[in-house]
Structures are given as C-alpha cells and as structure tokens.
C-alpha cells in the first residue's frame, strides 16, 4: 500500500480572496510546516475564519495558489476542520460521531469502539444518546472537535474553538489539542484568547484587514512584535 | 336532518358497499402517494442540492403544479390512456390503476417541490459541514431526506390529503364504476346528484374524519421529532 501523500507544507502563493467588491483577504504568501500549533490571530473581521476555510479547501482563491505538499487538487481526506459555529447533524450525538467516521473510511465494524473513545476523550460519553442539537454550546463544540478527530486528519483546523468553553472546559480542550499536536497532526487555529495563544502557539499569523502583518514564531511575536499593529494588539489596544 | 341520522347508521353498522369505497379510496390513493413518493423525494432533493442552467424555472414551475387542476390532470391522463392515445393498448381506462396513475401526478408536484424547499433549507445548514467531511453526493442526499425524515412525512401526508379529497381525476379516468372505480368523493358528487343523501352525508363525515386524522398525525410526528432530533 502507498502512503497518502502528505498535506504539508500548506503553502499560500500570493493568495487574494474577494467577494464582489470586498477584499477579504489580500495577497497573502505563507507557509506553514509540520511542527508545533499555528495560531492564526487578528481583529474581529480581520479573515481569520476565511484563512482557514481556503486551507481546508472549502473556498477558491480569486487570485494566487494555495497547495497542499505540493499538491493543488488536494481532497480533503487528510484534512478536518472544527467551524466556529459548527452544525450538528440531527441524530444522537454519537451518530454525529460515527457519522464523520463512516466518512472518514473507518471499517463498519470498528466505529462504535472508536466512537465510545472519541466520546470519552472528550468527556461526552453520558450524553451519547442524546439528540446532538439539544446539546449546550460548549458541549456542541467539543461534540464537533471529536467528530473532527475522527478523521486523524494530518492537518486539524480550528476556528476558535474554545470561544464557548467555560474555563475547566477550556483548558480540557487546550490538552487535547496539545496532545493531537504531540501525536504529530498539525494544527492550525483561530483564536482571540492572548493567554491561550501563548500557551499553544508554536508560531502565530497576525491578520488585520485581510493583510498578513507578521508570521514569526510565538516568542518573537510577544517579546519583538516587529510591527505597531501587532504591539499594539498585544497591548489590547484597538488596531487600526 | 334524517339523512344525517341515517349516514351515521350506515358507519355504525359498518355498511359493506360505504366501507368497500371507503377501502377502495384509500388503497388508490395512499398506491398513488407512494409512487408520487419514490419519485418525487429524490427529485425534490436532487433539485435542492444542484445548481444547473434553467433551475429557478423549473422550481417555479414544481411550485406552480402543486396546484395543479385536478381535471386538467384527469384530461391528460385520459388522452393517454383512451383507446385512440398513446398508450391506449394498455387498456387501463377507467381502472384502478388509471386512478392511481392520475393521482400521482396530480400529487408528485406537492411532494417534489415541498420536498425541495424541505431539503434545501437543511443543505444550506450542512453544506460546509458535509464537505468538510467529504460526503460523496449520493450520500449528500441520503443524509439529508434521512434528517429531515421527520418533515418528510408530514410532506407525504399532504400529498395524501390532497389526493383523497381530491374528485376531478378519478371522475374522469376512473369513470365512476359501480363497485370497481368508486371512491368516496366520486360517490359523493353522484349520490347527491341522485337524491340519496344518505351515503353521500356518510361517506363525507368519514373523509372528514380522515382528514383531521392525517392532519393530526402530520402534527403529532412533528412535535414528537423536535422532542427528539431538537
Ligand atoms: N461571502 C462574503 N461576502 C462578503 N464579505 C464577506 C464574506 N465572507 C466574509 N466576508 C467579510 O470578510 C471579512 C473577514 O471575515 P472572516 O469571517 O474571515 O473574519 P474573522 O477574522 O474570522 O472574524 P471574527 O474574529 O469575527 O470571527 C469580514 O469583514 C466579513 O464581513
Ligand atoms: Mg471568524
């Protein structure tokens, strides 16, 4: 059996994203490698949700390339991403979960075990066979990262994911992202939460308006933010 | 006032001629909901998840057929099948199975367009989400006319209302036959022309009954799913 060939690097070549009139995102050239978490961060309507959207493939460039190991027509097999408002299907919140593995090729006969573990690491085993959408939201968010993880995606994309969590929940969520960060799957996440990107991030996007400011390493980031829109964002001033 | 007194004996008493059209009725159309169902789901799916040249005048005109004159339909099924149409070789008119050809296409329309606009409201919520996970498009539309299963039979309980209440179709290729072709509101429409009022009053109480029973069922099975899916 050939080994699927790899997602990474992700590569943006000159990307733009517009719609209409609107550009979202504005000639961006970035890459990103296998390694510890990328944290995307930026104002409210900076692109972030875009960003992740184009590397998951669910939208086209307008202008430029994104690849993935090279690769332009990528499927999304080794791919998964958690929305930041995500949909729950209406069925348990177990066929939820056994729905993605179905999806993701796992064999008829190993998805109620991998189900049950998938629920388990994310502490919604008691609520298997309840409807999913009369789930809370931070139950529906954890529900949609477990049915994220069901593919063993190479690439886990994240759009705040902890933005509903209360703060136990929170730091749950943050070690089982650390932990699918350590078992080599590379994760790209969206988040507002300064602290939480210090904890994870291993480099950090820095969006506003649609332009990619800096790319640098999380410590560089914090320590020499090499433009006053990043400073002034570390400071939580308004940035402009 | 005595006719009334009468219909209702005739129910009671379980007469064997009011039941037989009775029975007759319900067979064509719930044979003809079924057909107009395995037909007209798919479509109505399929016609909320493509996008093709020519798709908004074909929804537009799936919404315009829902209401679809009954004897219009009845004619046109009778062109077909008369001795002298198309497939007048088969020798279906005034048959059973005339009625139900008749019917289901009086009611396909209902159940493709309602199906459509059932179906496309939950793709537009799941198309990300469904992409995301790489669902091949015959999935596509399992998954959604299975998770919206629950909308789907009130759609096909409309359809049936409308096609037992429904009297130009089976008037016209049924032909009214006494004992072979009647339903209830043929019967009805020809024993109140006739005087006997009676078995008209009878048959019209339990096609009412039958109507808020199926309106009943449509509202039962949805509060029952949004209990359970939410
Ligand atoms: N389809 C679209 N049509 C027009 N404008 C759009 C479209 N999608 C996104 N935008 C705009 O693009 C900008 C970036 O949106 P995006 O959702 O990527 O921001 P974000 O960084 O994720 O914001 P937030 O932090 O609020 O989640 C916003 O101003 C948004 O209004
Ligand atoms: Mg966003």
Redesign the interface.
């Given at each position: 059996m050939r080994a699927p060939a790899s997602n990474l690097p992700l590569v943006f070549d000159d990307v733009s994203l517009s719609a209409g009139a609107t550009t979202i995102l504005d000639r961006i050239c970035l890459t990103i490698g296998l390694g510890a978490p990328t944290l995307v961060l930026g104002p409210n309507g900076a692109g972030k949700t875009s960003l992740l959207r184009l590397c998951?493939g669910?939208l086209s460039p307008t202008r430029g390339v994104v690849s993935w190991g090279g690769r332009i027509d990528g499927?999304?097999?080794r791919r998964?991403?958690l929305?930041q408002k995500?949909?729950m299907?209406?069925?348990s919140v177990a066929a939820n979960i056994a729905?993605?593995l179905a999806?993701?090729g796992c064999p008829r006969g190993l998805r109620a075990q991998r189900t049950e573990e998938l629920l388990d690491s994310v502490g919604l085993s008691a609520l298997a066979s309840r409807?999913?959408?009369?789930l809370s939201g931070g139950e529906q968010q954890r529900l949609a990262l477990a049915?994220a993880l069901a593919?063993q995606p190479e690439i886990l994309l994240l759009d705040e994911p902890t933005a509903s969590l209360d703060p136990a929940a929170t730091r749950f969520v943050e070690e089982i992202i650390l932990a699918t960060a350590h078992s080599g799957t590379k994760i790209i996440m969206a988040s507002h939460d300064l602290g939480q990107v210090r904890r994870l991030a291993g480099d950090v996007v820095f969006l506003v308006h649609g332009r990619l400011f800096e790319h640098a390493d999380a410590s560089d980031f914090f320590d020499r933010p090499a433009t006053p829109q990043a400073a002034a964002f570390i400071r939580g001033d308004l940035v402009l | 006032m005595s006719e009334t007194l009468t219909a209702w004996q005739l129910i009671a008493s379980g007469d064997a001629t009011l039941f037989a059209i009775v029975g007759l009725s319900l067979a064509v159309s719930l044979t003809a909901v079924v057909v107009a169902g395995i037909v007209g789901l798919p479509l109505g799916a399929i016609l909320a998840l493509t996008r093709f040249p020519g798709r908004a005048a074909m929804v537009v005109v799936l919404n315009g057929f829902m209401g679809l004159p009954p004897v219009v339909v009845g004619l046109s099924v009778y062109l077909l099948l008369s001795r002298s149409g198309p497939l007048g070789e088969l020798g279906l008119l005034f048959t059973p199975t005339a009625m139900v050809t008749a019917q289901a296409l009086l009611v396909l329309p209902i159940i493709a367009a309602l199906t459509r606009h059932t179906v496309e409201d939950l793709w537009l919520e799941y198309r990300e989400e469904l992409s995301a996970m790489g669902v091949g498009w015959a999935s596509r539309v399992a998954t959604l006319l299975w998770d919206s299963r629950f909308s789907l039979v009130t759609v096909l309980l409309a359809g049936f209302g409308r096609a037992a209440a429904e009297v130009g179709t089976v008037m016209i290729v049924g032909g009214n036959i006494d004992g072979f072709t009647r339903t209830m509101t043929t019967t009805i429409a020809l024993e109140t022309s006739r005087g006997n009022l009676a078995l008209a009053i009878g048959l019209g109480i339990i096609l009412i009954l039958l109507i808020l029973l199926v309106n009943a069922t449509a509202w039962g099975v949805r509060v029952w799913a949004v209990e359970r899916a939410g």
């Open positions: 998951m669910l499927g999304p097999e998964a991403i929305f995500p949909v299907l209406r069925r729905y993605g999806h993701a409807p999913a959408r009369r049915r593919r | -």
